[in-house]
């Protein structure tokens, strides 16, 4: 960060601090005080549906049950599933529209305005359009499947395919947000690096594997770290579709947390799991913000 | 970003064949638009259409008592406003508190450890997941008697907002021209002075896209608002999951009220699509 002042004056320095306050007021009531009550909550056997229950030290003990349970490493397995196939799918389709939607026609222009819906609305609207459309009886995409003589498909009961299903949608909200981030890094191409290319007569796939591809590929690293991290945060749409089910099929690490803390009252235990996949995060996001700023310097 | 116009009588676009873009196009708008289609037409069938077989593809004859009944058993008055509410304080407060914090940041005088500190700490704070304070926050609430309160979840949704605000904001503030701050100062303007009247006004394409995306994300938070409120503070959304039960789907209200949440965010894109889609870019690549 570059600091640019000339002269300070008293008043002015302790007007900087000043205007500090109120963030720093904020954060620390609504994200560091919890974060910290959660912490200490780590260590206790606290439950809030015996009642008059006092909280109980328990050390590392919720920590130590936590790896011993089957439904939280399988939530952790179901997330990174989730997590892998939605931005792998987002990213490998959302870079061939970001190519397709380049040429900026008229066309070009009016569908990249209409990609920007699914991502724009809330993910429950999303979530409660697809359950209603993949109902397994009165759905309309059973119905369109019955006519090319298929069977009807329980998209969101059946134990193998719910999570297939829940990466679908997730697809259809962000795909086209992979492809608008990357359209806009396609445009910024200089048109010499084009013209070198043209002039040694290069066909339009070489075009795309010598020149486009390096220049787009440091926003493409970033958009899918983006996506990864944001994939770990998917809660909206799992709850309004599946709440986890069938059985713990789409269970991932925050409808988990969830559960415990605030359905389930395992107030100890679920602060321990939301420690635990914070620190996970933590580290996800370090490397991630280290192989970021070496990617925007890349990209100059 | 000026798209290069050479890009458009280029090959680049076409290094799949004709037919196959044509396709693959095709397909992907109609899966973009029928979804949304489905979703505008049920909400004006009638009871038993939904369950015919083969589904109605057009209510023929259409009926408006989704919508009445959403806004006569349903508090849809009450949950909009209650989105409304949400949604335009937190974009309020996040962007004058966002844009004052990155204004000091930028332009103000602080030891340049303490920026950098800060810098880094608004990067790891925006990707870290909200629902691992969830459960801390929720106790903290009920103590202090703000169950249920529109309040709680302001304040909750400017702390999500307010790094990726403040990222953003900073880039604006570099881009201004400091000659005009520095000339001010020499006229005896003081901080705040240059913070309101010089430099920030300066920013306002910035100020709109963040508050837009502020408005949005708030507008269509879900998670605490459903943790934090129980019935009079309920916002669209939670009021959307609710039409969900043990029972089955109501799916006339639930349709509908998925419209009305929809609909704002619609018009507020269609009218400022550069700027949301400046902000998205900038939120992604620059932060």
Redesign the interface.
């Known amino acids: ?9 008293k ?3 302790a ?3 000043v ?2 306050l ?2 720093v007021v ?2 620390a ?3 560091f ?3 910290g ?2 912490l200490v ?1 780590s260590f206790y056997k606290y439950k809030l549906n015996i009642p008059g229950m006092k909280p109980e030290f328990i050390g590392f003990g919720n920590y130590i049950t936590m790896f011993k349970d089957e439904l939280f490493i399988h939530s952790l397995t179901n997330n990174i599933v989730f997590a892998l196939l939605s931005v792998g799918s987002e990213v490998l389709v959302g870079v ?2 970001a ?7 008229k066309l ?1 222009r009016l ?1 990249t ?6 991502m ?6 999303a979530g ?6 993949l ?1 397994r ?4 995409v059973n ?1 369109l499947i019955s006519l090319l003589n298929m069977a009807p498909v329980a998209w969101l009961a059946n134990e193998k395919v719910a999570i297939y299903t829940i990466i679908f949608v997730d697809f ?1 909200q962000f795909m ?2 992979v492809a ?2 990357v359209l ?1 890094s ?6 010499s690096f ?2 070198a290319a ?1 002039v040694d007569g290069a ?3 070489k ?2 594997y010598k020149v ?1 591809l390096p220049f787009i590929t440091p ?1 493409i690293i ?2 899918a770290m ?1 996506r990864f ?1 944001d994939a ?2 998917v ?2 749409t799992v ?2 579709m599946t709440q986890g089910g069938p059985g713990s099929a789409t269970e991932m ?2 409808t988990y ?2 559960k415990q ?2 359905k389930f009252f395992q ?1 100890g235990y ?2 321990a799991t ?2 635990v ?2 620190i996970a ?2 580290v996800i ?2 490397a ?2 280290k192989l970021r700023s070496y990617q ?1 310097r890349r ?1 100059g | 970003m000026k798209p290069n116009t050479l890009l458009r009588k280029s090959a680049l676009s076409n290094f799949l064949s004709k037919p196959v873009k044509i396709v693959v196009l095709a397909v992907i708008l109609i899966s973009v638009l029928f979804p949304l289609y489905w979703l505008v037409i049920n909400s004006f069938k009638m009871e038993q259409d939904y369950f015919a077989q083969p589904p109605v593809m057009f209510p023929h004859p259409g009926t408006l008592k989704n919508f009445v009944d959403i806004f006569q058993k349903y508090q849809l008055a009450r949950g909009f406003r209650n989105s409304f509410l949400i949604a335009g304080l937190t974009t309020v407060c996040t962007v004058f508190f966002g844009s004052l914090a990155s204004y000091s940041l930028i332009n103000g005088f602080l030891p340049r450890k303490i920026k950098g500190f800060l810098s880094s700490w608004f990067l790891i704070q925006k990707m870290y997941p909200a629902v691992v304070i969830a459960v801390p926050v929720f106790f903290v609430i009920s103590r202090l008697k703000l169950m249920d309160n529109i309040l709680a979840l302001v304040v909750m949704n400017t702390s999500f907002n307010l790094p990726l605000v403040i990222l953003l904001m900073n880039g604006y503030y570099q881009e201004a021209p400091y000659e005009v701050e520095e000339q001010s100062m020499l006229d005896g303007c003081d901080l705040w002075q240059r913070y309101f009247h010089i430099t920030t006004p300066m920013t306002k394409a910035g100020l709109v896209a963040v508050g837009m995306l502020t408005f949005v994300a708030s507008w269509n938070e879900f998670l605490y608002a459903v943790i934090l409120t129980i019935s009079k503070a309920k916002p669209l959304t939670v009021i959307i999951a609710g039409f969900i039960t043990d029972k089955g789907l109501a799916w006339g209200p639930m349709a509908a009220m998925s419209c009305v949440v929809i609909l704002p965010v619609l018009i507020l894109m269609w009218t400022m699509q550069r700027d949301f889609i400046s902000g998205m870019s900038a939120g992604a690549l620059k932060g």
């Open positions: 960060m570059i600091s640019r002042h000339v002269r300070e004056t008043k002015d320095r007007l900087s601090w205007f500090l109120p963030v904020i954060l009531v609504a994200a005080i919890p974060l009550y959660g909550l061939i529209v190519m397709m939607l380049s040429d900026d026609t070009s569908m305005t209409i990609f920007m819906v699914p724009i609305i809330a993910p429950v609207a409660t359009l697809w359950r209603m459309m109902d009886t009165f759905g309309v119905f259809w086209p947000y608008i981030l806009s396609v445009k910024s191409i200089p048109e084009l013209d043209r066909s339009s796939l075009l795309f486009v926003v970033i958009v983006l991290i770990f945060k809660f909206d709850f309004v690490l925050p947390i969830y803390g605030i107030v679920s602060s939301a420690i996949f914070i995060m933590s996001a370090f991630f913000n925007l990209l």
